[in-house]
């Protein structure tokens, strides 16, 4: 869910701007998960950039508290978010934890780096929303924790049916800075890509294990 749209559009126009996400529509990239895409998105870039991860902490920061108010603890998505985790987390002045995909095979075997306790209000960062699946299994380790999920943000998303059931599944409330119909609409605003490959980016989003085979 997009809570403002003046943002939305900046921060696509920042993503675009700095390479942390890729258009080529005429030439595919190819995901760990076998698809075609006409788009990579790299979030992690913007940590090399203080104004623009500034920007993306302090409107995170500001949707938190208008929408919910001061949580208990921020967490963030490892690895990818550990970084935008941890600058909201130190905006607001709260702890800060990360999750990882599954828990260390030595040590103490956490899957949870970081202090949190029973019944911790906890909103988790993400940098990117795909299918949701990894976003759900940080979910449901938290829970597994005894934290309350207040919500999600997320720097961006494909906003993916698949995705879109997940989170409902779940019953995790998600909200992104932007997502891909700004980055569209954004893309042709300022000629990014040919007009021509416009219809080629909406149908890969429509059905994008099969776009490209």
Known sequence: MILDTNTAKKTAALLLQINAIK?????????????KSPVYCDNRIVLSYPDIRNFLKENIARQIMDKYGKPDVIAGVATGAIGMGMLVADHLNLPFVYVRPEPKSHGRQNQIEGELSQGAKVVVIEDLVSTGKS????????????????????????????????????????YTLSDYNFLIKQAQET???DQKYTSLLEEWRKNPSQWGQ
Not at 23 to 35: D, K, R, V
């Open 23 to 35: 258009l080529e529509p005429q030439n595919p990239f190819l995901w760990a998960s076998g698809w």
């Open 135 to 174: 976003s759900i299994n940080a979910v449901a380790a938290l829970r597994q924790a005894g934290a309350v999920i207040q919500g999600m943000w997320a720097l961006f998303s494909y906003d993916f049916d698949e995705a879109i059931q997940n989170f409902e599944k779940n019953q995790v409330p998600l």
């Open 191 to 193: 000629h990014y890509v």
